[in-house]
């Protein structure tokens, strides 16, 4: 892209207010410079700001158009980000201050201003594979030494085993729960009629329509369950963005603080049944050190032999519960019976199933095809 000296124009200005409502916050202190923009992720702004102490603080907006709901979003995460430091020992990053657009430097957005940690690293740079390139998807190395993988899957374990005060039956749910997917559907949403060739035909539009359709009355009914499921299970906080680039390590491999929990909400205790997919080429080994913790915290008294994880985890994986694609043909017989093939669902064989549609998705059906 062309240098757009128009646009460039005002970011002094910008950066300017960033830096004088950062200082505002640490009085006494001088900034030792301007603020500097510390992460542009995939759902966040960062300006990082250095004082002349050595103290850093992290000044994090929404990003527009990336972000559907901003305000709720920055809530969400200050409400979660409290609530772990005040009930968990999982290590999060220490709130200075938060407020709306309103409030914000240069009308910026809803913000949240944070002490900053100084980390050698974080997770991902530590596991993934070699050849990685900026922009690329990193990928779990699968030569990582067990002895450095047990190292990390030990700390990762023990947030996940994190103990903190059940949810109690009278609570009020004062606001919904917001999800990545909320926020991904939303941005989405275009696509319901600019479907940039999601599908090969009109025939496979219906197929996969109804397929889809089937799976959400399946699990309206509660049917997807396993003979493991429990309904009496709590449901526990989940994290939809718990992944290894937010997980920040100090120099000795030691996890120093969990970043980014703004997707965060409480779900059914099954959400956690299922295994991270990037720990797939060592899963066994993720499985193994995640029992021995679970064995532990239960020796302490810190988790109930009901709660383990580590054998729903494996279960999950062994059905291929997350493959929906791949394993839909074998639910459909199960729960429907006749064996269709998977080549027959592009067939008019498949009218059959849409008999099995409630009649509201039925007259869905037309428009959205």
């Given at each position: 892209?062309?240098?757009?000296?128009?646009?460039?124009?005002?970011?002094?200005?910008?950066?300017?207010?960033?830096?004088?409502?950062?200082?505002?916050?640490?009085?006494?202190?001088?900034?030792?410079?301007?603020?500097?923009?510390?992460?542009?992720?995939?759902?966040?702004?960062?300006?990082?700001?250095?004082?002349?102490?050595?103290?850093?603080?992290?000044?994090?907006?929404?990003?527009?158009?990336?972000?559907?709901?901003?305000?709720?979003?920055?809530?969400?995460?200050?409400?979660?980000?409290?609530?772990?430091?005040?009930?968990?020992?999982?290590?999060?990053?220490?709130?200075?201050?938060?407020?709306?657009?309103?409030?914000?430097?240069?009308?910026?957005?809803?913000?949240?201003?944070?002490?900053?940690?100084?980390?050698?690293?974080?997770?991902?740079?530590?596991?993934?594979?070699?050849?990685?390139?900026?922009?690329?998807?990193?990928?779990?190395?699968?030569?990582?030494?067990?002895?450095?993988?047990?190292?990390?899957?030990?700390?990762?374990?023990?947030?996940?085993?994190?103990?903190?005060?059940?949810?109690?039956?009278?609570?009020?749910?004062?606001?919904?729960?917001?999800?990545?997917?909320?926020?991904?559907?939303?941005?989405?949403?275009?696509?319901?009629?600019?479907?940039?060739?999601?599908?090969?035909?009109?025939?496979?539009?219906?197929?996969?329509?109804?397929?889809?359709?089937?799976?959400?009355?399946?699990?309206?009914?509660?049917?997807?369950?396993?003979?493991?499921?429990?309904?009496?299970?709590?449901?526990?906080?989940?994290?939809?963005?718990?992944?290894?680039?937010?997980?920040l390590l100090d120099d000795n491999m030691k996890i120093i603080a969990v970043i980014d929990w703004e997707f965060t909400y409480t779900a059914p205790a099954e959400f956690a049944s299922m295994p991270p997919w990037t720990y797939q080429?060592?899963?066994?080994?993720?499985?193994?050190?995640?029992?021995?913790?679970?064995?532990?915290?239960?020796?302490?008294?810190?988790?109930?032999?009901?709660?383990?994880?580590?054998?729903?985890?494996?279960?999950?994986?062994?059905?291929?519960?997350?493959?929906?694609?791949?394993?839909?043909?074998?639910?459909?017989?199960?729960?429907?019976?006749?064996?269709?093939?998977?080549?027959?669902?592009?067939?008019?064989?498949?009218?059959e199933r849409m008999k099995l549609l409630d009649v509201g998705d039925r007259e869905a059906l037309g428009p959205f095809v």
């Amino acid at each position: 892209m062309k240098y757009d000296g128009v646009a460039w124009e005002p970011s002094d200005n910008v950066l300017l207010a960033v830096t004088n409502f950062m200082a505002s916050y640490r009085e006494g202190v001088r900034p030792v410079d301007r603020a500097r923009i510390a992460d542009l992720g995939a759902f966040s702004l960062c300006f990082r700001l250095v004082f002349e102490d050595g103290f850093s603080s992290l000044l994090r907006f929404p990003c527009p158009c990336r972000v559907m709901f901003p305000e709720e979003k920055v809530q969400n995460e200050v409400a979660i980000m409290t609530y772990l430091q005040q009930n968990t020992k999982i290590p999060v990053l220490k709130i200075i201050h938060h407020g709306t657009s309103e409030d914000s430097p240069a009308g910026l957005g809803p913000f949240v201003l944070m002490e900053y940690v100084e980390h050698a690293s974080n997770l991902a740079t530590q596991l993934r594979a070699p050849g990685y390139q900026r922009g690329d998807r990193p990928l779990l190395d699968p030569d990582n030494e067990e002895e450095k993988l047990e190292l990390f899957y030990s700390q990762i374990a023990d947030i996940l085993l994190a103990r903190w005060p059940e949810m109690q039956i009278g609570w009020n749910v004062t606001n919904r729960p917001l999800t990545m997917n909320m926020n991904e559907l939303t941005e989405f949403l275009h696509l319901v009629t600019q479907r940039n060739d999601a599908v090969d035909s009109e025939q496979d539009c219906r197929s996969r329509y109804v397929a889809r359709r089937l799976f959400c009355k399946l699990a309206a009914e509660s049917r997807l369950n396993s003979h493991t499921t429990s309904n009496s299970l709590p449901f526990k906080l989940f994290c939809d963005d718990l992944r290894p680039t937010n997980i920040l390590l100090d120099d000795n491999m030691k996890i120093i603080a969990v970043i980014d929990w703004e997707f965060t909400y409480t779900a059914p205790a099954e959400f956690a049944s299922m295994p991270p997919w990037t720990y797939q080429p060592h899963l066994e080994s993720f499985l193994r050190v995640l029992k021995r913790q679970e064995d532990t915290a239960i020796a302490n008294k810190t988790l109930a032999e009901s709660r383990r994880i580590s054998g729903r985890m494996r279960e999950s994986w062994g059905h291929r519960d997350w493959a929906f694609d791949a394993v839909w043909p074998m639910m459909d017989a199960k729960f429907f019976g006749g064996g269709m093939a998977p080549d027959q669902y592009n067939s008019p064989h498949n009218e059959e199933r849409m008999k099995l549609l409630d009649v509201g998705d039925r007259e869905a059906l037309g428009p959205f095809v």
